[in-house]
């Protein structure tokens, strides 16, 4: 079930949370929300179809004989949405609405998904977690469920998302971070925002190296291709052009297609999966996020991120990873990090790509539910419920 929003705090005072909490402080900028109304003037035209002359025409055409026209076939019904086994909510951050998912108690866990996906991207993850943690998993402003406004997106945005995301939902506990991708560069950024003490530990699973490719130049099959991807930021620049990328990006046949390139384990691209993906690609402004996600600025680096905070940190890797592989900057770097940084833990995991734990979860939960186990006791505390579920 969704509820359009937790009854038990107003939108007045989570608004008024979120925007004086002082983890916030850290980020002054305000949101660019650069959406426009139609004002005076932008009305759309009417067609004037000229009713009279169309009234003699079709009485002239009373007496005429015409073919039957064949029915157009009925359009292809989209896969029916999988029945998530968590319940999803709305937190108002600001004046942007939030999706996430929730489920379980005990200490707390917040899972943040990579580009282009969402919280149930985590749907396998969520429910093996739950049976000892509380699990959070949000969906990212531009991603999901959550609201897509027209504004730049950064690295920062997501990071003070998280951040305040912990000061309403997670205060007074230590909560553990678990990103994918984007997702896991936002993770290592908000683990140096938030207070020592707002912080367990962070899981990274296969973690990008910046917003996108342009900010891993140090990568020489990266550096051979950025006249290319250059070209494809003007192409994006021209909103027709953009538009009809897009477009045949989008689909669902082209989005299995992407998928199978990245799941070494073909069984678990699914239909359900797919319209997971697809579904949001049909929100207003999604194109644009796509756009903005991909042209703007590369953001920070996972190199100088992971000496901001003192927490400890899991990295879990998938092996054949095609998209940020073990061999590149990021990968070689982050295994490497054992030796110089304390309580850092490295996990080649054999058989997956860059989403290893849709990939084959079981791995992933193999090395993850121990270590948490470890970090954090595996303590079940529910000490209050909001309609019946343990919050």
Not at 25 to 33: G, T
């Amino acid at each position: 079930t969704i509820s359009m929003m937790r009854t038990s705090r107003p939108v007045s005072s989570v608004q008024g949370k979120v925007r004086g909490h002082g983890w916030s402080a850290l980020h002054p900028q305000p949101y660019r929300d650069t959406s426009v109304n139609p004002g005076p003037g932008m009305e759309p035209k009417q067609i004037n179809r000229h009713p009279t002359r169309q009234g003699q025409a079709c009485a002239s055409l009373a007496g005429s004989t015409f073919p039957t026209p064949t029915p157009a076939p009925a359009p292809e019904p989209a896969p029916k949405r999988m029945e998530l086994p968590y319940s999803e909510h709305k937190w108002l951050w600001g004046k942007h609405t939030v999706n996430y998912a929730t489920l379980g108690c005990g200490e707390p866990v917040i899972l943040i998904h990579g580009f282009g996906l969402s919280s149930s991207h985590y749907r396998k993850t969520i429910v093996e977690l739950a049976k000892t943690h509380k699990v959070y998993a949000l969906d990212l402003l531009g991603f999901g469920k959550s609201d897509k406004p027209l504004i730049q997106y950064e690295m920062e945005i997501w990071s003070r998302q998280i951040c305040d995301f912990m000061a309403e939902f997670t205060a007074g506990k230590g909560a553990v971070l678990i990103g994918n991708s984007i997702g896991g560069l936002a993770c290592l950024m908000a683990a140096g925002d938030a207070p020592p003490e707002a912080l367990s530990g962070v899981v990274l699973l296969n973690t990008a190296g910046a917003m996108n490719n342009k900010g891993i130049l140090s990568d020489v099959r990266i550096l051979l291709a950025y006249p290319l991807l250059l070209f494809i930021d003007f192409l994006l620049s021209i909103p027709s052009v953009a538009s009809v990328i897009f477009k045949k990006f989008a689909t669902r046949d082209n989005i299995k297609q992407a998928l199978l390139q990245v799941y070494i384990n073909k069984d678990a691209v699914t239909d359900e999966l797919v319209e997971l993906i697809h579904a949001p690609s049909e929100d207003r402004n999604a194109r644009d996020v796509f756009v903005s996600v991909i042209t703007g600025p590369p953001g920070p680096k996972p190199f100088g991120l992971v000496s901001r905070f003192a927490a400890p940190l899991l990295v879990l890797w998938g092996e054949q990873d095609t998209l940020t592989p073990v061999d590149g900057p990021v990968g070689k770097f982050l295994k490497d990090l054992p030796s110089r940084r304390a309580q850092t833990t490295f996990t080649l995991i054999p058989g997956v790509g860059h989403c290893l734990h849709d990939d084959k979860p079981e791995l992933v939960h193999a090395e993850l539910i121990p270590w948490l186990a470890q970090l954090q006791g595996g303590r079940v505390e529910c000490a209050e419920t909001l309609g019946g579920e343990p919050v």
